[in-house]
Nanobody, 115 residues
Framework: QVQLVESGGGLVQAGGSLRLSCAASGSIFSINAMYWYRQAPGKQRELVAEITSGGSTSYADSVKGRFTISRDNAKNTVYLQMGSLKPEDTAAYYC?????????WGQGTQVTVSS
């Protein structure tokens, strides 16, 4: 089992920045990739960014150049640095960890971007 706890969400003006954190605990050795997803009201959950155990990263087109995913292995934490935020970035942001056989989700953290 893997437990994930997100933090760092909040209210920010358009053009501002936020950094989300996802702290992992439990069977961390089994994780082969970590992800950030988001879900806006009335919309499907969408993949925002991914970081593999090897450190490779990928991003949704909508956030490329504005968001950066990174990790601190010593702290078992993955981050999502978000910049140049837009009102359309408003959503609940979720961290996910995947192993060979399981996917684990955090409880989510709300990001609201005002215009």
């Amino acid at each position: 089992q893997v437990q994930l706890v997100e933090s760092g969400g909040g209210l920010v003006q358009a053009g501002g920045s936020l950094r989300l954190s996802c702290a992992a605990s439990g069977s961390i050795f089994s994780i082969n990739a970590m992800y950030w997803y988001r879900q806006a009201p009335g919309k499907q959950r969408e993949l925002v960014a991914e970081i593999t155990s090897g450190g490779s990263t990928s991003y949704a087109d909508s956030v490329k150049g504005r968001f950066t995913i990174s990790r601190d292995n010593a702290k078992n934490t993955v981050y999502l640095q978000m910049g140049s935020l837009k009102p359309e970035d408003t959503a609940a942001y979720y961290c996910k960890a995947s192993s060979v056989s399981h996917g684990y989700w955090g409880q989510g953290t709300q990001v609201t971007v005002s215009s």
